[in-house]
């Protein structure tokens, strides 16, 4: 009876702690197994190791007590320093999270160094975090009133109605033009464009400070995606 | 970066010169250490004040007035009270110079870690600083002001980003816990015993991926944990050395971490109505704590609510209703809790509070178990399990840290009891998990993986576990 009501409490247990575990094991003994498996084998017997170490504590004096929880303390110490310390040297080695970047600017972590894919300025969404960084005098061309909202083209920090100029220029890119700026230096920005409906990826010219020169840029279109142009590449004819 | 160093010099002094004025309460060491969480906590509220009233091009100049004004007169409560010795100017400058040196140092590194949501504070706080009302507001509906506010300066700084003052900052946790745990331990350990439990107890808390990743990621975690340790650690204080200066320490603290993510407010009224109503607080210093938190809170999410955009994110008007009625409410109850006939729950509303938290946690669960129950197991896997490319969990932390309170409580058992804060501290810690578990109720579960928000909410909490270990256990060993 107690074997089996301690099942049933275990089986509670692990099933707090490791919920996905009974759509896949419907068992005390296949929970435990799985639990083991994530957590890691060498843990787990590490830590049953360390409580019969604690238990064992309660055999021996106050002094002898004293004595093993500090040799224990020291020990699950030293490992601590030890496992933590391969594991954050593993991601310094390994990724690029703790490199210095050479530009601190919006624009550049997020689509040149890469580092996060923001829902709000995803493809040519991105546009108001280039216009804030690198746009701070120049009039954007946009071909359709409807691609972004007002309070969207706000987020761009400069006053919408003074920066944003909608049609009045030829917007659709033509194949020898489009091949001349494939050959540029060059970012083509998705983002999480899926989230996004009606979104699409952003054709940016590299080095982002390119478009801090000019007066004037213009947002071109084909049917794969949205071409941002700086004016002085010269291509536009005005309508 | 002279510009981003010369705004933490400022914000410095404005701390400092506060902290001077309490320089009989806080030694030295914690006087510097305090400077910059405190100037950034009255910048945080001057500038909700500015902003609420006034959101123009102009607000910005308008804010830098209110903030040299406030210095002036620090300046002079200093000189009038006698405060500004040789011995404070002295440490003041010290602390400039190793504010400098700090800035300097994180100024080479240039590193720091992004997220989509640091996008979103940084812009949408920067086009505040432009008075840009329309672009702005977007980041009112999604987390509090007090980034947003830190990120309306960059176009003071000639920078792009301001991003020098995260790291600064979680430094400055590091060293806080390192000090504040060192000088408990120190009641009763010698100098060395003490300097090697707050290492190890420290390198618990900054030894993690986790931990590092936060430590240059523009968001409000590591200040949130700044705050919430800072005002747990001043409200401890506050039984031991009755007085103004912690108390004005833990409602500062109170109040900027109030500021910084939209539940905390809630965490803010759990850790009071534990910790507030325990046994050894008046009437009158509860009072003195809670009614300006909540005149301010609730001022400031009046206001937002007429702030909040058509289409807001997670702030929406009726969750800022309902918070405005959660802190009314509390202020109510603190209020009324002088009267007699009230004594009976009063005295039980630390175990009350606790009991219904965790009814509402099984409530809640009943009513949404997959939801619930999905939450649970992304709290718990963040926490234990660690994922194949390790390189944003908690490794050992956790485990490490239970094996502690274990081999403590073991060791406890041949001691004496304890002071009186190991009964508060430890339901405060309760309190804050079961917050955190039926929080979850109102959003989208907690899913794994180093951005998630409980691995942030569980960040905060650490310096409070660490707090507690060696308050009332370390001096057992």
Redesign the interface.
Known sequence: MSKIGLDKFAAALMS?????TPVYADSPGAMVRQMVM???RL?VAS?II??AC?LS??LVG?LG??LI??L??GL??L???A???R??L??YK??G??????????SD??IVDN???????SGRNVL??LV??YMTDAKVFLYDKNLYS??SL????RDPDSTFVFGGYRSVMDASFKVACLGRPHIIYKGRVNETPGNAPLYIATPLSIYANEEQVFLMTDPLMDYLIPGSWGAFQHE | MNKALLSQLLVFVIGFLFGNLYKHSFDPTFRILIALPIGWALFGICATAVYSVYFTAVSQMVLLVVLALTTLALLLANIAQGSLSRDSVLLGGAGLLLLTVACFFVN?????????????L???G??IG?G?Y??SR?VFSMWGPLVPFMHSITNLLD???Y?QYQPILSLNLVVLVFYTLYTIIREQKSIFQSCLAAT?LV??MA???IF??NF?YIHNSILSALYLFLCVFALVKMTEQPGTAYELLALLSLIAFSLLRPEAPLFAIVTLLVAGFWRGWSYVNRLKVVGPFVALLVAWYARLYFVL?ETPDNITPPLVIAMIAALVGFGLFAVLSGLKILDPIVKRTPSITLIALALLGIILTLVKPDHM??S??GI?RNV???RPV??GDW???W??II??A??LY??RR?AAEGPTERHWMFPVLVAYVLVVYNLAYFREPYHTGPNDSSNRLVLQALPLVLLYLSKVRFAY?
């Open positions: 707090i702690g490791m919920l996905p994530e957590i890691g843990k830590i360390l409580l604690l504590t309660r106050p007590r004293k929880l500090r224990l303390l699950v110490l490992t601590f320093l496992v933590q310390g594991s954050v593993y991601t390994n990724t999270r703790y490199q210095g970047h050479k530009t601190m600017a919006l972590l997020q580092l996060y894919h923001s829902r709000l300025f108001p975090l804030a960084d007002k309070e706000s987020w761009s920090g | 080479q590194l240039r590193i720091v870690t992004m997220a989509p949501d640091s996008s979103y940084a812009r949408f920067q086009n432009l840009n329309e672009g977007m920078q792009k980003l991003w190890a390198s618990l030894l993690s991926n590092l990743f240059f955009p129950l999905k649970l197991e718990v234990f399990v660690p390790f390189t490794g050992l932390t485990y490490v094996f502690l274990t081999a073991f060791a041949d060993f």
